[in-house]
C-alpha cells in the first residue's frame, strides 16, 4: 500500500517564516555570503589552507584533444643569410637553434651547409643551386625535392 504524503511547504503555509525562525535568516541571496569559492579570500583565513590543499580547484583539467598538433617552428632561407651574415658560420645546425622546417622565400647569397628536420622543395633547390649543402632528417621531403628539380 502506497503512503501518500503531504508535502511539507503545504503543511507550513499559515507560519510565517516556514521553519527558518527569524524572518531576516531566509531573506534573499545577500543571506546567501556568495556562490562558489566566496570566503576563500582575504577575510577567510580559516578556509586559505583547506583550499591551498585541493590541487583541484586551480588551474586546467581533464582530456587534451588528440587532433591538437605542434606546430613546425620554421624559418625562410632569407632569416638563414641573416644568421650566417651576423655569425659568419657557414655550416649551420638549426636543430640547435630549435627551427624544425626551412622554408624557400628569400635568396641565397653564398653557399652553407646546413642540418635541420625537414625543408621546402623551394629551399632545398635554392642551396644547392648555390652550391651549398642540406641534410634533412625526412628522407620522404627530399626525394620529393630532388624529383621536381629534375623536371
Excluded at 503543511?11 to 525562525?21: C, E, I, K, N, P
Amino acid at each position: 500500500m502506497v503512503v501518500r504524503h503531504r508535502k511539507k511547504s503545504s503543511r507550513q503555509r499559515a507560519g510565517t517564516t516556514h521553519g527558518y525562525g527569524s524572518m531576516k535568516k531566509n531573506r534573499g541571496a545577500g543571506n546567501r555570503g556568495g556562490v562558489g569559492n566566496a570566503g576563500s579570500g582575504k577575510r577567510g583565513d580559516a578556509n586559505k589552507p583547506r583550499f591551498w590543499n585541493d590541487k583541484k580547484k586551480f588551474g586546467m583539467h581533464g582530456f587534451t584533444s588528440k587532433s591538437t598538433k605542434k606546430l613546425d617552428v620554421t624559418m625562410n632561407v632569407s632569416d638563414l643569410m641573416v644568421y650566417v651574415a651576423k655569425t659568419g658560420k657557414t655550416d649551420i645546425n638549426l636543430l640547435d637553434l630549435k627551427v624544425t622546417k626551412l622554408l624557400g622565400s628569400g635568396k641565397v647569397t653564398q653557399a652553407v651547409n646546413v642540418i635541420v628536420n625537414s625543408a621546402s622543395a623551394k629551399a632545398i633547390m635554392k642551396i644547392e643551386e648555390a652550391k651549398g649543402s642540406i641534410k634533412t632528417l625526412s628522407a620522404e621531403v627530399e626525394s620529393t625535392a630532388k624529383d621536381k628539380t629534375e623536371e
